[in-house]
């Protein structure tokens, strides 16, 4: 609505009866029918009422419009200088941890999954490859036992950088194990628990279902290949995945990613060739040439 530029109170209602208006109601008595002068003078009277109603009320209610605009501008300047202040309290709640809601009904299970390191679960949520030992017995024991004896010192943080954003995270996540065992060198019970922990941590972790499922037919595929029935089976086998495994999450980073799951038998004599070669390679007199 356009502002009223003047206040009403100051108008004066025109004497429509007057001189200056003769013509106009001699006109509309001269074309209206049964219209007397003092009928057009009443008319007259009634609209510039009627408009002046109008404009009062529009008048008053910017003046209110006005008062609450300049007491909200004088509180805006008067906040000014707090304004700087609450920014940063907004940031801090920002960053201030959340406590999620629990249920009340809902008691601890029966079992507690053993914890892989800091370092492995940090891998894992990044989509990274991470040895499988970390998620073995032997792994999630040595991740607690190095939580232990953590040193306050050894809680200390370092940058970190995701997504063009630096951070801090706590030093510890950072460090691979010195006992981390290969992929290659763990025995099949090893890799059969920990390849369990895993699955269910990369879905905890938000993995997308399709990864995970295609990683756990992979492990589902190897357990049921025939090769393990051969001598060194589990070891060719076990040998097969560190290597396809480790491809396979090169290939994601790349986007050239592919279906685990699909055992390749052309790898899987390579994985028994290179088995065999090292078990010649442990004879005893493996070393000693016959030149005849």
């Given amino acids: 609505m356009a502002r009223v530029a003047r206040n009403p109170e100051l108008d004066l209602c025109p004497d429509f009866a007057g001189p200056i208006f003769q013509a106009a109601r001699a006109a509309i008595v001269a074309t209206v029918a049964n219209k007397t002068n003092a009928d057009v ?4 009277t009634t ?6 109603d109008a404009k009062k009320i529009a008048w008053d209610q910017q003046e209110v419009a006005d008062k609450a605009a300049a007491s909200d501008e004088a509180t805006r ?3 000014e200088p707090d304004a700087e202040a609450a920014a940063q309290k907004r940031e801090a709640d920002k960053k201030k941890p959340k406590l999620n809601d629990f ?14 390191s800091a370092f492995a679960l940090r891998k894992l949520e990044r989509y990274e490859y991470v040895e499988l030992w970390y998620f073995t017995r032997e792994g999630c024991v040595d991740a607690a036992a190095s939580a232990a004896n953590r040193t306050i010192n050894e809680d200390a943080f370092a940058l970190t950088k995701v997504d063009d954003v630096v951070g801090l995270r706590l030093a510890a996540s950072f460090s691979a194990s010195k006992n981390v065992v290969k992929d290659i060198d763990l025995t099949w019970d ?17 993995w997308p279902t399709k990864h995970v499922e295609s990683l756990a037919d992979f492990w589902y595929s190897l357990e049921t290949h025939p090769t393990r029935s051969l001598l060194h089976g589990d070891r060719i086998v076990i040998t097969y995945q560190s290597e396809v495994r480790f491809e396979w999450h090169d290939c994601l980073r790349r986007d050239q990613g592919f279906n685990i799951a699909s ?3 052309n790898l899987m ?17 493996r070393d000693t040439v016959s030149n005849s």
């Avoid at 003078?41 to 007259?44: E, L, S």
């Avoid at 090893?190 to 938000?206: D, E, P, V, W």
């Fill in 41 to 44: 003078v009443r008319y007259f």
């Fill in 263 to 265: 055992i390749n038998d």
């Fill in 103 to 116: 249920d009340s009904s809902r008691g601890i299970g029966d079992a507690i999954a053993p914890r892989p």
């Fill in 269 to 285: 004599r390579r994985a028994s060739d290179k088995v065999w070669d090292a078990v010649r390679d442990s004879r005893p007199g």
């Fill in 190 to 206: 090893q890799r059969s628990f920990a390849k369990n922990s895993m699955l269910i941590h990369m879905t905890k972790l938000g």
């Fill in 47 to 52: 609209a510039w009422q009627t408009d002046w």
């Fill in 77 to 79: 300047k008067q906040a």
